[in-house]
């Protein structure tokens, strides 16, 4: 207990690294080929690892950089964890007017799946552990962001990157891609159609995939069976990265949060999207932004959904154009939210960019005119 004071207190004090070390057995590597079976249509691509399973260890932290930073660790078996703090000299000399307060942090979801949420957009990057070998569920939103992500797996934790997955090929998801060059990249087919058609793309963040495949693939990892299940919703390319053995499941940008953004997608693919979500039944939901959360996000994204969709249909019915478009965007995200859910900063952020996407794309304009015909009728 002692031991573990000290170590709070020398974080508390200049931790900017951690370097958490485990105790390795004598498993081995056993193979070199990936190990995969695609559903109904074809998988293309090249082979890669299948691997033993992994050791657990149990760190969970978080992040501010450059400001100095705080961390919770947790070891529940300390005797087999070593954990060593250093600075890096550069922060040390740099001037308060260069500083910019990054927050950053990673947390343990099982004992060998990791969650990396950047600063960048709060993108969301998931790794897989299996021994020294590690799977990415996407790889964050900014080049700062994955160099910090590369810097804790690969650096403190020790750990190769082998297979990286897209749930989506959208640049705020995609910027560690560069920096494995060794992984098997995995997308859907239609990858390259959300890269082109996103709003703010990073064309220097783009790696071609070297397997896709069309409805499903399972891949073995360690002790997971992982099913990639091309689930369209926020874009037409969208993964739901299935974790059985973990009870999660990483669902890209289907939901932001406790609400959705709907940007160039249709609503009613999100919604069914959602509805595929729920079917897998895990307990934990990994979204694209933000972080982890219960499977009762998945029902107030449908809420939140629905009753933007009620009120903006509503208000296009009863008002004319500029009228309406004027009372749609002072729409508060609490009248979209179901009690007893409150709204985080992010989600309002999102919420108010939902709001001038409605006004600039006529979202729900042809709801309101279905509804008026069947009013008519």
Partial sequence: MAAMEQLHAQVRLQALHL???????????????L?????????????????DRGKDFTIASSLRVPEPASYQVSF?????KTSRLSAPPALEMM????????IMKFEELAGDVLMFVGDDHESVATAILDGEHA????????????RWLRRVLCEDLRKTVRVIVATHFMSDHMAG?????????????????????QNRRVDAFYREPRAVFDSA???????????????????????????????????GDNIVGNIVYLSKADP?????AIGRIRQFGRGTVVGGHMGKFSADVLDNAVRYLDRLQHRVTQLRLDFAADEADARIASIPIEACLAPPVEACAFEREWHRRNLDVVIAQSVFAFDAALAARAVQA
């Fill in 19 to 33: 370097m958490a070390d485990r105790c390795r057995g004598d498993e081995q590597l056993r193979g070199r080929g």
């Fill in 35 to 51: 190990e995969t079976q695609a559903s109904r249509r074809g998988f293309e691509g090249a082979q890669g690892v299948e691997r």
């Fill in 76 to 80: 529940p078996n300390a005797v087999r």
């Fill in 95 to 102: 001037g308060p007017q260069k500083r910019r307060t990054r």
């Fill in 135 to 146: 799977l990415l569920i996407d790889s964050l939103g900014s080049q700062d962001d994955a």
């Fill in 177 to 197: 891609l560069s920096l494995f060059p060794d992984a098997l990249t995995i997308a859907h087919r239609h990858h390259r159609h959300t890269f082109l058609s």
């Fill in 217 to 251: 693939m399972s891949l073995r990892w360690g002790r997971h069976e992982l099913s990639l299940i091309h689930n369209p919703g926020k874009t037409m390319d969208h993964i739901s990265v299935d974790v059985p053995g973990a009870d999660l499941v990483c669902v």
């Fill in 268 to 272: 009613a693919l999100i919604r069914a």
